[in-house]
């Protein structure tokens, strides 16, 4: 089985898979509430909240898609600086919401003074960023966002996508002023698809209660009159929650800071090696610390490299949508180790050697 250098699915320890063959439990059941409510401290730990941290069986994408649906009364700002942030803007517009686009050329960041710019123009209720924006490899500075954007408008709910950068980059949900943060399992918690987890205020629940037609599915005030009784209101992926449930374990083990640290410096190894053999796609001072983007500058044949790579059951990910050969990225996120780095990089330069 290949070594995932990608933006996700990112590897799975193998006792964190075997986590899941234990015995089924009924959703409605006392062993269901018990699981459950161990989970919920230790995941407000990671994500640094007293907040309540909803669990959902989907992509973070669903979620993402729940928390516009439940919380935009008026209007929204949504930040794009690549792929993902366009996601939202379609989700946004297909499910009929009102919103403008805050666009910036894709391998730079939104930035506190254009947003503070367009929250001057018009009045907008929700605030929406993408934190880490994994097909261009920029990291957005979301604490001087919500910094400067509640200083023009106080009463933002702040929506955040951190879908590949929570557990694996400090993000401090109450010291930042988040209303939500939305991310999932396959990325740097290192855990199989199929989990969605969204760290939710106060604040966020008030709008909520102010907003008709939220669906169902993801109506965070349906969420959160089960997340009471430590249910959630539909069937959820329970074997996946036993492995979240192993997994925390061995999250807080390494400690968060140890673990932030370990993801800035496999950063730090491949964007010095990638600046030395062809030139990064994000902005310098705001590159991704979990999956990095390098421009394509030697013309090399992408998918040549990773039949290269699978020989030592490696891959990485080409660009993504119109930056595919254009660009390619390595992500090290997750379980990937820096010993792991440094043998990709000395096999990415045999190839390129050839």
């Known amino acids: 089985m290949a070594k995932l250098f990608i933006p996700g699915p990112t590897d799975v ?3 964190v898979l075997n986590a899941q063959a234990q015995p089924m439990a009924g959703h409605r059941s006392q062993d269901f509430q018990d699981l459950y409510a161990r989970i919920q401290p230790r995941l407000q730990q990671v994500l640094q909240t007293e907040s309540r941290v909803y669990v959902t069986a989907s992509s973070g994408s ?5 928390a516009m649906r439940s919380l935009i009364r008026e209007r929204l700002l949504l930040c794009v600086c690549g792929a993902f942030g366009q996601r939202w803007a379609d989700m946004a517009e297909g499910n009929g919401l009102a919103f403008d686009q805050l666009d910036v050329e894709w391998g730079e960041p939104n930035l506190p003074e254009q947003v503070v710019a367009a929250l001057a123009e018009k009045k907008y209720d929700t605030l929406a960023v993408v934190h880490n924006e994994t097909s261009t490899g ?3 500075p979301v604490e001087k966002i919500v910094k400067a954007a509640r200083e ?3 009463n933002l709910i702040v929506m955040i996508d951190a879908v590949s950068s929570a557990a694996g980059v400090r993000i401090p949900v109450d010291d930042w002023g988040l209303d ?3 991310t999932s399992s396959q990325k740097c918690f290192a855990l199989p698809p199929g989990l969605a ?3 939710v205020s106060d604040r966020a629940l008030e709008r909520a209660a102010q907003v008709s037609h939220r669906g169902w599915y993801f109506d965070l005030l349906l969420l959160e009159e089960y997340h009471q009784r430590n249910f959630t209101p539909a069937t959820p992926a329970i074997t996946l929650l036993y492995a979240l449930d192993y997994q925390l374990d061995r999250i807080l083990s390494e400690g968060a800071e140890a673990r932030q640290a370990r993801h800035e410096h496999m950063a730090n190894l491949v964007q010095a090696w990638a600046k030395e053999h062809f030139e990064l796609f994000a902005a310098e001072g705001y590159r991704s610390r979990t999956v990095t ?6 013309q090399i044949d992408i998918p040549a490299l990773n039949r290269h790579l699978a020989q030592y059951d490696m891959t990485l990910a080409n660009g993504y ?4 050969n254009k660009t390619f990225r390595i992500g090290h996120m997750g379980e990937i180790q820096p010993a792991d780095v440094e043998e990709l990089l000395a096999h990415i330069d045999e190839f390129l050697a050839s």
């Open 13 to 15: 320890n193998p006792d």
């Open 62 to 66: 669903g979620m993402w898609e729940g």
């Open 138 to 140: 920029v990291e957005n």
């Open 152 to 154: 023009t408008q106080p």
């Open 180 to 182: 939500v943060l939305v």
């Open 197 to 199: 987890l969204a760290a």
């Open 293 to 298: 983007a390098i421009r394509n500058t030697r």
């Open 321 to 324: 949508g119109p930056l595919k």
